[in-house]
């Protein structure tokens, strides 16, 4: 009778790890595809509602796409993306936009951006003073 019992499909060792085996990769699998599929469930930002920021003005964006877009932009630079991404500006909320553009002006006041090597490939294409400026008095404004 025990040579009969261990033959039963749940008691055999082998097919119960190859079934332990299975669960796991299927669990894993799911609760990987769930965190990719909705980060924001995931890290916990549905419980705080994101109000929508806004577009930037026809001239700031000129001056972005210009200047700025070749490196900040899903098609640019992965690094550069993760500081700021203008193809993803209007879904960042009004308060990350506006901690955005003050570093913008930062950046641009202190000549660290555009980076020196993209300035020598494109000098035509650098922010003129009144231009950074035209970005600063922006981010003061929405600053306030």
């Keep these: ?10 008691l055999n060792p082998n097919i119960m790890k190859k079934m ?3 669960t796991l990769i299927s669990v894993t699998t799911v609760f990987s595809a769930l965190l990719v599929l909705s ?3 995931a890290n916990g930002s549905m419980n705080h509602p994101v109000t929508p920021g806004t577009a930037l003005p026809d001239s700031i964006q000129k001056i972005v796409q210009r200047a700025c877009m070749d490196c900040h ?16 500006w209007t879904d960042y909320s009004a308060e990350k936009q506006a901690d955005k553009a003050k570093d913008m002006c930062k950046q641009l006041t202190k000549g660290s951006m555009p980076t020196k090597g993209w300035r020598k490939n ?7 003073q009144a231009e950074v400026n035209a ?5 003061a404004a929405l600053n306030k």
């Design 73 to 88: 932009s899903n098609d640019g630079n992965g690094m550069a993306r993760s500081h700021i991404n203008f193809s993803k």
């Design 135 to 139: 970005v600063c008095n922006w981010s």
């Design 20 to 22: 332990l085996f299975i």
């Design 122 to 128: 494109n000098a035509d294409a650098v922010p003129t």
């Design 39 to 41: 980060p924001n469930k």
């Design 1 to 10: 009778m025990n040579i009969v019992l261990r033959n039963f499909v749940f």
